[in-house]
């Protein structure tokens, strides 16, 4: 136990480097309540059900979409992410990880759930959880890949994905997150090397070894779902140069190839299905990672707020997901683009919205920004502070908390990362 007042996070620029953990747990009883209200009554078809989400412990679409299923009926949760614990320099707090703490408070309120802070492009981790299935006699129906990852670890190599364009080099007016300035953004061509190494990381390759190890230990249940989270986002240069034309998008393709091939044989199987599922851009830690990304959800944002489009958070997307599974009368199956994937970005690529966001880039130069634009970049700060328990309303920073709340087996916590 630590308790210690906290009152500001230690962060530099993008990088914050301490949570709060009475924000997170604010943050996450809160998305539970939005939650239990839009499914006032359980799914039928969710109900009973168990999901192994990968990638379910930080502010995103893994823990949203969990909270969602979990609401929509789901009676399971077994969790899996990269976390380490908080560390202190002298008694002070010198890192906290968000995903501590969120998953601290899920499993306070889901009781029974499981979580695992591994490395889950380990081979030794899917071992693990697999053993632990088998003798725990769970099954599962839905597998949810929601892994963002810079890097992964496999046969004892090791690749980074390369945030880069491909083909030409692409010079872009971006936004600063500190100065609120419009700056000039040039994106390298990612080398083929970059571009296969991307794929590694990103692509749909340990995807592929989960789900052939949920399928060859006999614990894919009957009906057995596979979805892989994705983004594609408009087709208005550059963002589509950026990202679904980029590297990145490289792997996001691979991951479609993936699914498509796990469909064919689940469909034949187990009456299953597997698909890629576009869910819309958002506010998290992977998407500000992307360069010029921050440029465009500040305008997305920005334009929804001057009463154009609509922005849905990730648990909305996540409530979206789980209607969309686990509806009366699959409506999934008639939310399939011509390629098999589940299609719940057309918020986001609404034509009226597009073509405003789209106007603020054309208008962009290095300098101040257009009033959306800065509009549109507060609400963007705010939102990503929240997903370190940061600026949430009502939360009083001056109470001293406990950075350290216990963690571990009799929480429901697997810790398979070496200290
Ligand atoms: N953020 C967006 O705008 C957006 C839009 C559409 C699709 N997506 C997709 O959704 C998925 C999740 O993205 P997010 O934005 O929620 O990201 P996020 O950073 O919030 O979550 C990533 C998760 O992956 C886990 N992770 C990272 N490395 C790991 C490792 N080695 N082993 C185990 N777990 C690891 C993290 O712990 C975390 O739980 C990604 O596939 C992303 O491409 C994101």
């Given at each position: 136990?630590?308790?210690?007042?906290?009152n500001s996070p230690?962060?530099?620029?993008?990088m914050v480097?301490t949570?709060?953990?009475e924000?997170?747990?604010?943050l996450?009883e809160?998305?539970?309540?939005?939650?239990k209200?839009?499914?006032?009554?359980?799914?039928?078809?969710?109900e009973?059900?168990?999901?192994?989400?990968?990638g379910s412990t930080?502010?995103?679409y893994?823990?949203?979409t969990?909270?969602?299923?979990?609401e929509?009926?789901?009676?399971k949760?077994?969790?899996?992410?990269?976390?380490?614990?908080?560390?202190?320099?002298?008694e002070?707090?010198?890192?906290?990880?968000?995903?501590?703490?969120?998953?601290?408070?899920l499993?306070?309120a889901?009781?029974?759930q499981?979580?695992y802070?591994a490395?889950?492009?380990?081979?030794?981790t899917?071992?693990?959880?697999i053993?632990d299935?088998k003798?725990a006699?769970?099954?599962?129906?839905?597998?949810?890949?929601?892994?963002?990852?810079?890097?992964?670890?496999h046969?004892?190599?090791?690749?980074?994905?390369a945030?880069?364009v491909?083909?030409e080099p692409?010079?872009?007016?971006?936004l600063?997150?500190?100065?609120g300035?419009?700056k000039e953004?040039s994106?390298?061509?990612?080398s083929?090397l970059?571009?296969?190494?991307?794929?590694r990381?990103m692509?749909?390759?340990?995807?592929d070894?989960?789900?052939?190890?949920?399928?060859?230990a006999?614990?894919?249940?009957p009906?057995?779902?596979v979805?892989?989270l994705s983004?594609i986002g408009?087709e208005f240069e550059p963002?589509?140069r950026?990202y679904w034309d980029?590297a990145?998008?490289?792997?996001?393709?691979?991951?479609d190839?993936?699914?498509r091939s796990?469909?064919a044989r689940l469909?034949?199987g187990?009456g299953?299905?597997a698909?890629t599922?576009?869910n819309?851009?958002?506010v998290?830690?992977?998407?500000?990672?992307i360069p010029?990304?921050?440029?465009y959800?500040?305008?997305?944002l920005?334009?929804?707020?001057?009463?154009?489009?609509?922005?849905?958070?990730?648990?909305?997307v996540?409530i979206n997901?789980?209607?969309?599974?686990?509806g009366?009368?699959?409506?999934?199956?008639?939310?399939l683009d011509d390629e098999?994937r589940?299609?719940?970005d057309?918020?986001e690529l609404?034509?009226?919205?597009?073509?405003?966001?789209g106007?603020?880039?054309?208008?962009?130069k290095p300098?101040?920004?257009p009033?959306?634009?800065a509009?549109?970049l507060?609400?963007?700060?705010?939102e990503?502070?929240?997903l370190f328990?940061?600026q949430v309303d009502g939360v009083?920073?001056?109470?001293?908390?406990?950075?350290?709340p216990?963690?571990?087996?009799?929480?429901?916590?697997v810790?398979l990362?070496?200290?």
């Open positions: 136990m630590s308790v210690q007042i906290l230690r962060a530099r620029g993008l480097l949570a709060h953990p924000g997170c747990r604010v996450a809160r998305q539970i309540a939005r939650a209200a839009a499914f006032t009554k359980p799914l039928a078809a969710a009973g059900k168990t999901a192994l989400i990968l930080t502010f995103g893994g823990s949203s969990a909270i969602a299923l979990k929509a009926g789901f009676s949760i077994i969790g899996l992410g990269y976390e380490t614990p908080p560390t202190f320099r002298k002070k707090v010198a890192m906290a990880p968000a995903g501590w703490y969120l998953t601290a408070a499993h306070n889901y009781p029974g499981r979580t802070f490395d889950g492009f380990a081979d030794e899917r071992d693990r959880v053993a299935l003798e006699g769970d099954g599962i129906d839905l597998l949810l890949y929601s892994v963002a990852a810079p890097r992964r670890t046969l004892g190599e090791t690749w980074s994905s945030l880069k491909i083909g692409l010079d872009v007016v971006g600063d997150y500190s100065s300035e419009h953004v994106l390298e061509p990612a083929e970059e571009i296969e190494q991307t794929r990381v692509g749909g390759d340990d995807l070894l989960w789900a052939n190890a949920l399928l060859y006999g614990l894919a249940n009906g057995f779902k979805a892989s983004y408009p963002l589509r950026i980029g990145l998008g490289g792997a996001k393709k691979h991951i190839e993936t699914t796990l469909n469909d034949s187990l299953g299905a698909f599922s576009m819309p851009a958002v998290t830690g992977a998407s500000v990672a010029a990304m921050l440029k959800i500040a305008d997305y920005g334009v929804v707020d001057n009463g154009v489009g609509v922005y849905d958070d990730p648990l909305e996540g997901f789980a209607r969309a599974l686990y009366d009368g699959e409506p999934w199956r008639n939310m098999g589940l299609r719940l057309a918020k609404d034509p009226e919205l597009q073509t405003a966001i106007a603020l880039w054309g208008d962009a300098g101040a920004v009033e959306r634009t509009r549109g507060e609400l963007f700060k705010k990503f502070m929240q328990g940061w009083d920073y001056d109470v001293p908390v406990d950075f350290s216990a963690l571990g087996e009799d929480q429901g916590v810790h990362i070496a200290e």
